[in-house]
């Protein structure tokens, strides 16, 4: 399966109908990695667990670099320390892309969920596949919130940079590739999602004309 084919049945199944409840934090698994790492493919069941949920979904993607916290921010929104797994190993501990139903409901009614994906620029996997795991968080998110650790350097805003460049090279391509009645809305729609940068572990100090201000 394609890429834009698998962004394609995620897209869809995000607006389902169906008859039974998914329960609330608890990740599944949609997309996981290919043996050697270079591209992703759908995960059936997790699709197959969501398309029995009812109603709209509002999705946040949550991306960054491996170790960065992702996992740790999810499980602080959900107000559940065990829900995503947090990674106590040097390598990265989320593969692929999982999806988690909250209990949150964004201002149109819809559901939040939350995505947490695969770190950037683990050991082994270079930067197209890093892209692929961003342009589906793009694509599919409501809102998009960038993890980064420490600071916000010229590293970091390059390297984001780099990544919105490859997921916008992806959704020319992919919309080009198909006809104007057969293009799903999201490879149409131009720009972005709203990205919120959230830098944890922030301890430089503020000048004092920033503290009174």
């Known amino acids: 399966m394609t890429m834009g084919r698998y962004i394609a049945v995620l897209a869809t199944a995000l607006v389902a109908l169906a008859r039974a409840a998914v329960p609330f934090n608890t990740p599944f698994q949609v997309v996981r990695p290919t043996r050697n790492h270079s591209s992703m493919t759908v995960v059936t069941e997790g699709l197959a667990l969501l398309a029995q949920h009812e109603g709209r979904i509002a999705l946040v993607s949550v991306v960054g670099p491996y170790h960065s916290g992702k996992s740790f921010l999810l499980n602080a929104i959900l107000h559940d320390t065990q829900a995503f797994s947090v990674g106590r190993k040097t390598s990265p ?121």
């Open 93 to 213: 501990e989320t593969m692929g892309i999982w999806l988690c139903r909250s209990n949150l409901t964004a201002s149109d009614g819809s559901e939040v969920w939350l995505m947490d994906s695969e770190g950037f620029f683990g050991p082994g996997v270079d930067e197209g596949y890093d892209a692929k795991v961003f342009t589906v968080a793009t694509l599919v998110g409501a809102h998009v919130v960038y993890n980064t650790v420490k600071v916000i350097d010229q590293q970091a805003v390059g390297l984001l940079e780099m990544l919105v460049q490859r997921a916008q090279l992806f959704r020319t391509r992919s919309a080009a590739s198909t006809s104007g009645q057969e293009a799903p809305d999201f490879l149409r729609t131009e720009g972005f999602p709203p990205m919120t940068w959230v830098v944890e572990d922030f301890v430089q100090e503020l000048p004092d004309r920033f503290r009174e201000e």
